[in-house]
């Protein structure tokens, strides 16, 4: 299994300022993704990170609020722009290898409050 | 149409007992995998168990075990011997490869494990 370090493990910002994310993988791995937890709910998938090409993003979340960076295989970064108290959530970087395990695993996340 | 459905919003279980958790899944890929994650209040996510679309068998990992019933597209998770840490949410969780690497998520149970 692959150890996913993300940091900061929790935030407080101001609105209007910008945080960025950032997710370690211990090993080399395929896929990465971001994902969001806002409260009480689901995992929303945000994007999937790919290395040295721009990110690919789901349907309504955009490079502008959610660029991505993934310079290398084992890092990526998610930075949340211009935050405003909706985008209190939990942010979660995931990771897992084609032709591996199946199964993704999960950073500790982080948890962001706007205020 | 959601791809996972978990309708049971919360659940409670007594220390010792077994509790099984549901999980109803939409495809009509032939190709899928079905993941349970555990999510304590800290925040990560847990990988528990995984069962293929085509595995003859039900999966099991310790007390975890998946009750897989095709034709009904159901996957519950059952845990047996509750123990208090136990106590956490609980996200059902489909992967179509076919169709691409992400990984849907029901809304998740909440279960809590009474002393």
């Known amino acids: 299994s692959a150890v996913i370090s993300q940091k900061p493990s929790r935030d407080i910002c101001q609105r209007g300022t910008s945080l960025t994310i950032q997710c370690q993988v211990d090993?080399?791995?395929?896929?990465m993704f971001w994902y969001r937890q806002q409260p009480g709910q689901s995992l929303t998938l945000i994007a999937t990170?790919?290395?040295?090409?721009?990110?690919?993003?789901e349907s309504g979340f955009v490079i502008d609020k959610f660029p991505i960076s993934r310079p290398n295989l084992t890092f990526s970064t998610l930075t949340v722009s211009n935050m405003s108290p909706e985008d209190s959530s939990i942010y979660l970087c995931?990771?897992?290898?084609?032709?591996?395990?199946?199964?993704?695993?999960f950073g500790q996340g982080t948890r962001l409050t706007v205020v | 149409a959601q791809k996972i459905t978990q309708t049971q919003p919360g659940m409670f279980v007594q220390e010792k007992e077994a509790v099984t958790l549901d999980c109803t899944y939409d495809?009509?890929?032939?190709?899928?995998?079905l993941f349970w994650y555990k999510q304590p209040s800290s925040g990560e996510m847990i990988f528990l168990i995984y069962?293929?679309?085509?595995?003859?068998q039900n999966a099991t990992e310790g007390r975890y075990s998946l009750n897989f019933q095709k034709a009904r597209k159901s996957a519950n998770l059952v845990i047996s011997a509750s123990q208090l840490g136990d106590s956490a949410m609980y996200f059902c969780?489909?992967?179509?490869?076919?169709?691409?690497?992400?990984?849907?998520f029901g809304t998740g149970t909440s279960l809590t494990v009474i002393p």
């Open positions: 495809t009509s890929d032939p190709s899928y995998g």
């Open positions: 069962q293929g679309s085509y595995d003859q």
């Open positions: 995931s990771a897992r290898r084609t032709g591996g395990k199946p199964e993704a695993f």
């Open positions: 090993s080399q791995v395929t896929m």
């Open positions: 990170a790919n290395q040295g090409s721009e990110a690919t993003y």
């Open positions: 969780a489909m992967r179509e490869p076919n169709t691409g690497n992400q990984f849907y």
